[in-house]
């Protein structure tokens, strides 16, 4: 039987940049990408009925994708890494926001990932699965995942990382300062701070008042870490934001952290509900999901290259019904796969991210006035001792 349309025409792209020791697993990679993308799922037995060319059975099919996302020579570095440099070619001097997070599946499954802010949502740039039962991860279990990152961007990137409660650990912040890239990272209530009068205190002593906010200047934390503090509580949110900064301390440090919530959560919501469905796939093994999760950020890239070329070519309200794009590059480029697998028309050659940050896609109204809502402090107070 005939190679299927999506992997004959993957296979050709991807191996402009990807040149694995042994192609026969560039031809699998690019199989099993595109029954990702035709599935919309990481589960490997969704993949099967993608996978009819090769004629054996579906027990068969089950065994050579456990053989391969277990096949220790399946590494992002000769994969994901490449087409990911080629992708963000365009970017060199330009100012990114990276997310560091965790995410724990099945209580014994922790992922550690790095990821670049665009278009209201994340991909990601580098990734670490370890059997660990806690999202709360050491910083010698994530220093790898941030070198590894930081060896994909462009040269001469302005780099803004952004970090929840539970990364405030004095080497972490010592690298991103020797890095010199900006950082905002909440911060736990029972962190020790230093005031610039001296005063020592517990950070969850120094929250605002409900919609209050109060900014300290030239704290310090972590026994020598010079940094700036804001601090509110936003019934909004329903709980204190403590956000450390390398920036000096305005109302901007709040909207800067915000941009973490419209990067990773949906990030992690189209590895399940909204996308891959991940927790099906059953996976165990440490090795096998840091293959997968390779593979899905793969399938991700292409389906966003997709779409970009979609926008670019003025075609978006073909799949779009919305006046303005109500669905993010990740969704809209999946749509666009399979419309141009059904027609067995030639998908769009893989495309660079261009050098500018869309807004987020709004399906809504009210989810346009959600994004857009402006945050009014009754009072802000500034400490400069």
């Known amino acids: 039987m005939s190679t299927p349309l999506l992997h004959r025409q993957l296979h050709e792209q991807l191996s402009q940049f990807i040149v694995p020791k042994d192609k026969r697993h560039l031809d699998v990679f690019s199989e099993n990408v595109a029954a990702i993308l035709l599935s919309e799922s990481g589960c490997l037995s969704r993949w099967i009925q993608y996978l009819t060319h090769r004629d054996c059975q579906a027990r068969s099919h089950m065994e050579r994708l456990s053989y391969f996302v277990n096949n220790s020579h399946i590494t992002a570095e000769t994969f994901y890494h490449p087409l990911l440099r080629q992708f963000l070619s365009a970017w060199e001097g330009m100012a990114v926001t990276l997310t560091l997070d965790t995410s724990v599946f099945w209580n014994e499954i922790c992922l550690i990932e790095v990821c670049l802010v665009w278009g209201g949502r994340s991909f990601p740039l580098a990734q670490k699965v370890m059997e660990h039962p806690s999202a709360t991860v050491a910083y010698s279990d994530y220093q790898v995942v941030l070198e590894t990152a930081q060896s994909l961007l462009p040269a001469d990137c302005t780099v803004t990382l952004l970090a929840d409660r539970g990364f405030d650990h004095r080497e972490f ?26 005063a020592p205190a517990k950070i969850g002593d120094l929250v605002a008042p409900t919609e209050e906010a109060y900014l300290f200047h030239r704290v310090t934390v972590l026994d020598d870490i010079e940094c700036e503090l804001a601090t509110a509580y936003l019934s909004a949110a329903g709980e204190p934001w403590m956000v450390l900064s390398d920036q000096r301390a305005s109302l901007q440090t709040f909207e800067t952290y915000g941009q973490r919530f419209g990067g990773i959560e949906p990030h992690f919501k189209d590895y399940q509900s909204a996308g891959f469905e991940l927790p099906d796939s059953r996976l165990r093994g440490a090795q096998a999901l840091q293959t997968l999760l390779m593979l899905l950020a793969t399938a991700t890239l292409i389906a966003i290259s997709a779409a970009i070329s979609l926008v670019d070519t003025g075609k978006r309200s073909s799949l779009d019904w919305h006046s303005q794009r109500g669905l993010s590059f990740f969704q809209l480029g999946l749509r666009y796969l399979h419309s141009r697998c059904y027609e067995r028309l030639p998908i769009p050659n893989f495309t660079r991210l261009p050098r500018r940050n869309p807004r987020a896609a709004c399906a809504s109204q009210k989810k346009r006035q959600q994004i857009d809502c402006r945050i009014e402090f009754s009072k802000v107070t500034e400490f400069d001792a």
């Open 173 to 198: 912040i010592r690298w991103l300062m020797e890095q010199r890239w900006h950082w905002a990272i909440r911060a736990k209530c029972d962190l020790n701070v230093q005031r610039a009068n001296g």
